[in-house]
């Protein structure tokens, strides 16, 4: 990764991903297993909401920096909807280079390791 902008935006999508697996199980405690309490759906789901939003704002925000084009940002923001999509549009966004950025042909492929251009 070249930039600050894949890196917060990876941590976001992470944390997205893991707050709807935490809503997930608060709601299967709540209505499947009929706990006494509220499974803490109603914290768990504010905590969800806040990471959604903030994802959506993070792709919004490197959309740009890192060169994507609109099909790729439609993806990001479609993977926000499904649980755990996410993490797998992260994985799939760094296997294909678009953690990269613009600068990634300067460098050689998909710097991942941080590395000097190749000179003639």
Known sequence: MSSKA???????????????AGLLIGMFFKHVVHSAHEGGVPVLGMVHGIVFVTYVVTSLAVFKPLG??????????????????????????????????????????????????LSA
């Open 6 to 20: 894949a890196q917060v935006f990876r941590v976001a999508a992470i944390a997205e991903a893991f707050s709807w």
């Open 68 to 117: 994507w084009k609109p099909k790729t940002l439609v993806f990001a923001l479609l993977s926000s909807v499904p649980p755990l999509f996410t993490w797998w549009f992260e994985t799939w966004a760094l296997r294909t280079g678009k953690l990269d950025g613009p600068e990634r042909l300067t460098h050689g492929g998909t710097g991942l390791f941080a590395r000097e251009p």
